[in-house]
């Protein structure tokens, strides 16, 4: 069964760090691609981030530009969401999500992902 687990979030002032990670597993495609989303409340879901597994292609949210950075450890297979900066309207649940091929041609769509996690709470506070 493929299972999509991501933790790391938590409580933080504006302006300070938090890692996300996930855990894929499961997944027996060749390549697939990997992404991280975001939801607030009352919100639609949106995309933060994207990267291709095997491939080079790598595109983020216009909002996140130069304070996120998304990475990957092939070895560990795992995914991580490094944000810096952060601000009150960050604050969201937030998901990370699996394709079993390669789909990161632009910032990250929901229909192109057909696995995902349970989300993690990121709350910055003002």
């Known amino acids: 069964q493929v299972q999509v687990e991501e933790s790391g979030g938590g409580l933080v002032q504006a302006g300070g760090s938090l890692r996300l990670s996930c855990t894929p597993s499961?997944?027996?495609?060749?390549?697939?691609?990997m992404a991280w989303f975001r939801q607030a409340p009352g919100n639609q879901r949106e995309g933060v981030a994207c990267?291709?597994?095997?491939?080079?292609?790598?595109e983020y949210v216009d909002s996140v530009k130069g304070r996120f950075t998304i990475s990957k450890d092939s070895a560990k297979l795992t995914l991580y969401l490094q944000m810096n900066a952060l601000k009150p309207e960050d604050t969201a649940m937030y998901y990370c999500a699996a394709a079993g091929f390669s789909s990161c041609r632009y910032a990250p769509i929901a229909t192109d992902y057909a696995y995902w996690g349970q989300g993690t709470q990121v709350t910055v506070a003002s």
């Open positions: 499961g997944l027996t495609f060749d390549d697939v691609a």
């Open positions: 990267i291709s597994w095997s491939g080079e292609t790598i």
